[in-house]
Nanobody, 123 residues
Framework: EVQLLESGGGLVQAGGSLRLSCVASGFTFEDHAIGWFRQAPGKEREAVSCVRSNDGRIYYGDSVKGRFTISRDNAKNTVYLQMNSLKPEDTAVYYC????????????????WGKGTLVNVSS
């Protein structure tokens, strides 16, 4: 059974930082692209970041470039998202996602995703 378990969300003031973690199981982690998308209330899903497995290439959504950093630890089946300089518009449920090609970066469907963790940035 595939599982993606996110943690690290919470309430933070604007300008602050949070670090999200996602532990994966049930599939071959090192063979999959992995990352994050988010969804705010009443808004569509938005790609946040992805790191590919084959070449380590990293993608970021335009709204988070320069503020968020993704990393993966294949030995721990874990992906991280360091979020700095948080803004109220970053408030959303953040979902960990995995597939072969970072599909969510291109607005396509995702093979696997978690239940999400809420990030709430106050102004």
């Amino acid at each position: 059974e595939v599982q993606l378990l996110e943690s690290g969300g919470g309430l933070v003031q604007a300008g602050g930082s949070l670090r999200l973690s996602c532990v994966a199981s049930g599939f071959t982690f090192e063979d999959h692209a992995i990352g994050w998308f988010r969804q705010a209330p009443g808004k569509e899903r938005e790609a946040v970041s992805c790191v590919r497995s084959n070449d380590g290439r990293i993608y970021y959504g335009d709204s988070v470039k320069g503020r968020f950093t993704i990393s993966r630890d294949n030995a721990k089946n874990t992906v991280y998202l360091q979020m700095n300089s948080l803004k109220p518009e970053d408030t959303a449920v953040y979902y960990c996602a995995a597939d072969r090609v970072c599909s969510w970066i291109y607005g396509l469907g995702v093979d696997y995703w978690g239940k999400g963790t809420l990030v709430n940035v106050s102004s």
